[in-house]
């Protein structure tokens, strides 16, 4: 069993920054793929980033390309979303999500976080 807890959302500005955290608790961990998934009212939950415990990565070039960052401290096991130039078309509610092999599909995720609101006001 793998526990995610997010943190670090809230309300921003257009064109400021919010960092997320994700702490993941679990013996098995490091075995796991770590990520982040948006959903915006309305929408379907899209893919946003994810890392191995090597580091690897992997973004969703088209919609956060050159803005946001994904980070992992595999001694605390937490995994950082650093999220710059923020704009309203971001606001949605982001889960931390983890898998078995790096993924970019929801039906592949075995655990998922309660998520965390980002609102980005105009």
């Known amino acids: 069993q793998v526990q995610l807890v997010e943190s670090g959302g809230g309300l921003v500005q257009a064109g400021g920054s919010l960092r997320l955290s994700c702490a993941a608790s679990?013996?098995?961990?490091?075995?796991?793929?770590l990520g982040w998934f948006r959903q915006a009212p309305g929408k379907e939950r899209e893919f946003v980033a994810t890392?191995?415990?090597?580091?690897?990565?992997?973004y969703d070039e088209d919609s956060v390309k050159g803005r946001f960052a994904l980070s992992r401290d595999n001694a605390k096991n937490f995994v950082y979303l650093q999220m710059n130039s923020l704009k309203p078309e971001d606001t949605a509610v982001y889960y931390c999500?983890?898998?078995?092999?790096?993924?970019?599909?929801?039906?592949?995720?075995?655990?998922w976080g309660q998520g965390t609101q980002v609102t980005v006001s105009s």
């Open positions: 890392i191995t415990w090597r580091g690897i990565s992997a």
């Open positions: 679990g013996r098995f961990v490091s075995n796991y793929a």
């Open positions: 999500a983890a898998s078995r092999r790096t993924t970019r599909q929801v039906q592949d995720i075995d655990y």
